[in-house]
T-cell receptor, first 111, second 115 residues
């Protein structure tokens, strides 16, 4: 079992819909949970990061962490075509002291 | 302020040839990272520098890969000889210090194709 599991998609939703992206993980040592957005031919950019469990909101984006279930989510409200990208979850805080990335989910917002 | 700069953006070589990638981090960032991103995968750390010191190179295939950051600023990653399986995107990132996750920025990457 990989440390971080993420459905690669693609996920296609109509403009204006609420998008839900998820990851599961196996290592309970992870303490920091991040979401990155990566446009085609670009490097990843950090969208949100959360320490431990709980919710964090930033504009149209909400990140949730449930450490008891080892499950994290990113919600995008009022989705826009410009949100079309690959979304990578990532985690850090394990013994190796490395950021571990998921495979990424490709998201398409249909106009 | 300029972001992380990488060159070249694209490189096509034949197997067994050498290749080098260059990265210039954000000014003032002491920590520099090289990541490998295969198609359909997330980035995987190859090496991390704190100033000019390589503090984590456990994932760097040292038989063919080498890296340097001589003056603690820009860095070069080299592959010699390249193999077909090295085709991927090589990402450079930097941050002011290690563990400042929210201040880590990635460059656009170098897309390597080995024929």
């Amino acid at each position: 079992q990989k440390e971080v599991e993420q459905d690669p998609g693609p996920l296609s939703v109509p403009e204006g819909a609420i998008v839900s992206l998820n990851c599961t993980y196996s290592n309970s040592a992870f303490q920091y949970f991040m979401w990155y957005r990566q446009y085609s031919r670009k490097g990843p950019e950090l969208l949100m990061y959360t320490y431990s469990s709980g919710n964090k909101e930033d504009g149209r984006f909400t990140a949730q962490v449930d450490k008891s279930s080892k499950y994290i989510s990113l919600f995008i409200r009022d989705s826009q075509p410009s949100d079309s990208a690959t979304y990578l979850c990532a985690m850090w805080g394990n013994r190796d002291d490395k950021i571990i990335f998921g495979k990424g989910t490709r998201l398409h917002i249909l106009p | 302020e300029a972001g992380v700069v990488q060159s070249p953006r694209y490189k096509i070589i034949e197997k067994k040839q050498p290749v080098a990638f260059w990265c210039n981090p954000i000014s003032g960032h002491n920590t520099l990272y090289w990541y490998l991103q295969n198609l359909g995968q997330g980035p995987e750390l190859l090496i991390r520098y704190e100033n000019e010191e390589a503090v984590d190179d456990s994932q760097l295939p040292k038989d063919r890969f080498s890296a340097e950051r001589l003056k603690g600023v820009d860095s070069t990653l080299k592959i010699q000889p390249a193999e077909l399986g090295d085709s991927a995107v090589y990402l450079c990132a930097s941050s002011p210090r290690w563990r400042e996750i929210n201040e880590q920025f990635f460059g656009p990457g170098t897309r390597l194709t080995v024929l």
